[in-house]
Antibody, heavy 120, light 110 residues
Framework: QVQLVQSGAEVKKPGASVKVSCKAS????????ISWVRQAPGQGLEWVGW????????NFAQKFQGRVTMTTDTSTGTAYMELMSLRSDDTAVYYC?????????????WGKGTTVTVPS | QSALTQPRSVSGSPGQSVTISCTGT?????????VSWYQQHPDKAPKLMIY???KRPSGVPDRFSGSKSGNTASLTISGLQAEDEADYYC??????????FGTGTKVTVL
């Protein structure tokens, strides 16, 4: 079945970086992209950005530009999101989701989430 | 990019209908027919319920429906059931391969 399996929880110090992985299975990885969405404790969903697994093109929400990188490893079907210069307000659950702009414009398969904690 | 505006909460009795609004701008909701809706139960990942304004993925009950008028999209749950109690988020394409989510609405089944 189609699924996205994310890496385990992380605790990082302020100013450090975190790299979260998302391994896809059950579909042709390079036919879609991966979107990253985060949710701070008790808060709503926030779109972070997207990477095409086909050509590696990326697009980020303005507030994350310069602080986030997204990559893929097509040999293993894995997407990565690295967030740098971490602050306490980056504490959140980070989800990956399948997305295929411009072929379709919705996130139909989601990972279970990775909790990133940045103590203040 | 500002979050789309949703009511904080809506409620209804079993069997009733509730509607959640999602208001954006001409740069997102009003400019594209690419609004999707997600259901999220506590401590769970979001689940796609509606895409392209009004289309339902396979397996989503037909009591969930979506529509759009101008800069406002809506999700209606007809015949409310206990398992529909959850948080709901709209999401719109905002151009240049970017997306924006709504503020989220908690649906309570009385």
């Amino acid at each position: 079945q189609v699924q996205l399996v994310q890496s385990g929880a992380e605790v990082k110090k302020p100013g450090a970086s975190v790299k979260v992985s998302c391994k896809a299975s059950g579909y042709t990885f390079t036919s879609y992209g991966i979107s990253w969405v985060r949710q701070a404790p008790g808060q709503g969903l926030e779109w972070v950005g997207w990477i095409s697994a086909y050509n590696g093109n990326t697009n980020f929400a303005q507030k994350f530009q310069g602080r986030v990188t997204m990559t893929t490893d097509t040999s293993t079907g894995t997407a990565y999101m690295e967030l740098m210069s971490l602050r306490s307000d980056d504490t959140a659950v980070y989800y990956c989701a399948r997305l295929a702009t411009p072929y379709y414009y919705y996130m139909d398969v989601w990972g279970k989430g990775t909790t990133v904690t940045v103590p203040s | 990019q500002s979050a789309l505006t949703q009511p904080r909460s809506v409620s209804g009795s079993p069997g009733q209908s509730v509607t959640i609004s999602c208001t954006g701008t001409s740069g997102d909701v009003g400019g594209y027919n690419y609004v999707s809706w997600y259901q999220q139960h506590p401590d769970k990942a979001p689940k796609l319920m509606i895409y392209d304004v009004s289309k339902r993925p396979s397996g989503v009950p037909d009591r969930f429906s979506g529509s759009k008028s101008g800069n406002t999209a809506s999700l209606t749950i007809s015949g409310l059931q206990a398992e529909d109690e959850a948080d709901y988020y709209c999401c719109s394409y905002a151009g240049s391969y970017t997306y924006v989510f709504g503020t989220g609405t908690k649906v309570t089944v009385l």
